[in-house]
Each structure stands twice: as structure tokens, then as C-alpha cells.
């Protein structure tokens, strides 16, 4: 079993930045690709994006390209999301996702493990 706990989620003004992290306990994360997903209230979750076990390879929605940055440190078994240019519409419970043998994975239903989720708010 995977257990996985995010942190770094926050209240930020717009044009703000936030590092997200992700930290894996319960076996090894470093040979799954890992994500990172949102949902806001009253909507479904969407994918935000994703990292390759090797961390060579990187997958962004159109909506974060750009901003956002995903990266990993398989030796802490952590995954992070470097979070620049935030805007109202960044809202969301972030969450982490693990073990997708898929890549890019950018349907929810491909990952096998979620954490509990950390709220991001973004004040115009």
C-alpha cells in the first residue's frame, strides 16, 4: 500500500507562487509516474500534470503550461509543483496522484494511489 501526504497549499495573492510537495511512504514511488490533479468546487477533477519515473519527461494542461513546474527527487520519494503566476482560477484542492504505468496520464482513473489533498486560494 501507498500512502501519500501533500503540503504547501495556502492562501496567496494573484501573480503569487506556492511549492507543492508530495511525499510518498509505503514503498518505493521510483520507477511509477506521478501527477498532480485539482478540483474546485462544483466542478470534476482535471489534470494539472505529470512526471515520468525517470523525471525526464514532463506532461502540462494547457491552463498550467508555463506557470506551473512538476518535478521529483526519487531518493525522498517526494514530488513537487512549483506553482509561479497564480491566478483566481488556480483555486482548487491539489492533489497527488502515484503509480500510473501511463504516460502522459492525464485521466484520474489511470493512478492508482491519491492523497488527502491541500487547499490552494488565489485572492484577486
Known sequence: QVHLVESGGGLVQAGGS???SCVASGRTL???????????????????A????????????????????ISRDNAKNTVYLQMN???????AVYYCAADSVYFP?????????????????VSS
Open 105 to 121: 496520464a492525464t485521466d484520474p482513473n489511470r493512478y492508482n494511489y491519491w492523497g488527502q489533498g491541500t487547499q490552494v486560494t
Open 50 to 69: 505529470t512526471i515520468r519515473w525517470s523525471g525526464g519527461l514532463t506532461n502540462y494542461a494547457d491552463s498550467t503550461k508555463g506557470r506551473f513546474t
Open 85 to 91: 503566476e497564480l491566478k483566481p482560477e488556480d483555486t
Open 18 to 20: 506556492l511549492r507543492l
Open 30 to 48: 521510483s520507477n511509477a509516474n506521478m501527477g498532480w490533479f485539482r478540483q474546485a468546487p462544483g466542478k470534476e477533477r482535471e489534470f494539472v
